[in-house]
């Protein structure tokens, strides 16, 4: 056989045998691949049942911090809460531990191959920023805590056996005397001795005193009788009688006018109203229209306007006749109009 020939065999039987060592070598990376994966998956699956039973044990803290509330009061309760931080804690550390662990584990098979597929690729993909990080971990608690409320709110209704309140609003600041609720004191100061800051600032900020109102509102406002009781119940329906401006807004019907609690819903802006000194013609004076005329007139005008909203003409007079001694407004009010009226008139043409 010529030279020539035998080189060229044993060239063919060189390949084959290269052939088989590519073909076992791909075989061996396939099968890396594929344990990494398994490892991948085991790794996640043992994550997911880390959280699942950290979440348990801070359920389980959350519960016996609920009870600690009931059986032994706030320091118990304040101890519980620390342990429950503390928990909360040692669960966003250990993910973060955990989600490390596995970025270092993909990081290492992209270095140790190039061939992955897309998912192995995606799962080994570089490192996220922090904010990045924390923004995604942050979607993931919403979206688990949304879960967890969504089972909640399916469970039947059982009424707590502890209601949080703030009790009466009667503590009152030893500076100005304004009242608070005894959770609004400074956590500086005790429940025997409290200080508050957004009233008066501890006495920094002094004001004069109000004066006192005139004897008629006096005995509305703090009266005990059948007349001051009828005033308290209709309260609105006076201020809007005595009114000088109305109210200027586009209200929306369709919620005010639907069933259940009442809703006041408007659209665009909120505004007040003052209406020219003379209604259009055939129709009734009001609001600072009403202020022009007598005394008697105007609360002739003033029970035609109200009626149906019951009030009473003896307490629209007094506290017609009060407004008329006191409110430093409608004599500047009356004022204006007569300026007016001399300007119109000296403006006429003879």
């Given at each position: 056989m010529?030279?020539?020939?035998?080189?060229r065999?044993e060239?063919?039987?060189?390949?084959?045998?290269?052939?088989?060592?590519d073909?076992?070598?791909?075989?061996?990376?396939?099968?890396r691949?594929q344990?990494?994966?398994?490892?991948?998956?085991?790794?996640?699956?043992?994550?997911e049942?880390?959280?699942q039973?950290q979440?348990?044990?801070?359920?389980?803290?959350q519960?016996?911090?609920?009870?600690?509330?009931?059986?032994?009061?706030?320091?118990?309760?304040?101890?519980?809460?620390?342990a429950?931080?503390?928990?909360?804690?040692?669960l966003?550390?250990?993910?973060?531990?955990l989600a490390?662990?596995a970025?270092?584990?993909?990081?290492?098979a992209?270095?140790?191959?190039?061939?992955l597929?897309?998912?192995v690729?995606?799962?080994?993909?570089?490192r996220?920023?922090?904010?990045?990080?924390l923004a995604?971990?942050?979607?993931?608690?919403?979206?688990?805590q949304?879960?967890?409320?969504?089972?909640?709110?399916?469970?039947p209704?059982v009424?707590?056996?502890?209601?949080h309140?703030?009790?009466?609003?009667e503590?009152?600041?030893r500076?100005?005397?304004?009242?608070?609720?005894?959770?609004?004191r400074?956590?500086s100061?005790?429940?025997?001795?409290p200080?508050f800051?957004?009233?008066?600032l501890?006495?920094q900020?002094?004001?004069?005193?109000?004066r006192?109102?005139p004897?008629?509102l006096?005995?509305?406002?703090?009266?005990?009788?059948?007349?001051?009781?009828e005033?308290?119940?209709?309260?609105?329906?006076y201020?809007?009688?005595?009114?000088?401006?109305?109210?200027?807004?586009?209200?929306d019907?369709?919620?005010?006018?639907?069933?259940?609690?009442y809703?006041f819903r408007?659209?665009?802006?909120?505004?007040?109203?003052i209406?020219?000194?003379h209604?259009?013609?055939?129709e009734?004076?009001s609001?600072?229209q009403?202020?022009?005329?007598?005394?008697?007139?105007?609360?002739?005008l003033?029970?035609?306007?109200?009626?149906?909203?019951?009030?009473?003409p003896?307490?629209?007079?007094?506290i017609?006749?009060?407004?008329?001694?006191?409110?430093?407004?409608?004599?500047?009010?009356k004022q204006?109009?007569r300026s007016?009226?001399k300007s119109?008139?000296?403006?006429?043409?003879?």
């Amino acid at each position: 056989m010529p030279k020539r020939g035998k080189y060229r065999m044993e060239k063919q039987r060189l390949r084959g045998q290269e052939q088989v060592k590519d073909q076992a070598i791909q075989q061996q990376e396939a099968l890396r691949l594929q344990r990494q994966e398994q490892q991948l998956a085991e790794d996640h699956v043992r994550q997911e049942r880390e959280f699942q039973q950290q979440e348990a044990v801070r359920r389980q803290v959350q519960r016996q911090a609920q009870h600690a509330d009931l059986q032994y009061g706030e320091e118990q309760a304040e101890q519980v809460r620390r342990a429950q931080r503390a928990a909360q804690e040692e669960l966003e550390r250990r993910e973060e531990e955990l989600a490390d662990q596995a970025h270092r584990a993909a990081r290492d098979a992209v270095d140790q191959g190039e061939d992955l597929n897309e998912l192995v690729a995606a799962r080994n993909a570089p490192r996220m920023p922090r904010p990045q990080q924390l923004a995604n971990k942050q979607n993931i608690a919403n979206r688990r805590q949304a879960q967890v409320i969504r089972q909640e709110a399916q469970q039947p209704y059982v009424k707590p056996l502890y209601r949080h309140t703030l009790h009466n609003m009667e503590v009152e600041c030893r500076n100005c005397g304004a009242l608070h609720w005894d959770i609004e004191r400074l956590t500086s100061s005790s429940r025997i001795h409290p200080k508050f800051g957004v009233c008066c600032l501890q006495g920094q900020v002094r004001l004069d005193p109000f004066r006192e109102a005139p004897a008629a509102l006096h005995r509305l406002f703090r009266g005990v009788d059948i007349t001051a009781r009828e005033f308290h119940d209709k309260v609105r329906s006076y201020n809007n009688a005595f009114a000088f401006t109305s109210l200027g807004v586009k209200i929306d019907h369709a919620v005010t006018s639907a069933a259940g609690p009442y809703s006041f819903r408007i659209h665009g802006g909120f505004h007040h109203s003052i209406s020219a000194f003379h209604p259009p013609e055939g129709e009734t004076p009001s609001f600072g229209q009403l202020y022009i005329h007598n005394p008697q007139t105007t609360l002739f005008l003033r029970n035609e306007n109200n009626q149906g909203h019951g009030t009473t003409p003896a307490t629209m007079l007094e506290i017609q006749d009060t407004l008329e001694q006191f409110n430093p407004f409608i004599p500047l009010y009356k004022q204006l109009i007569r300026s007016s009226w001399k300007s119109l008139k000296q403006n006429v043409p003879t």
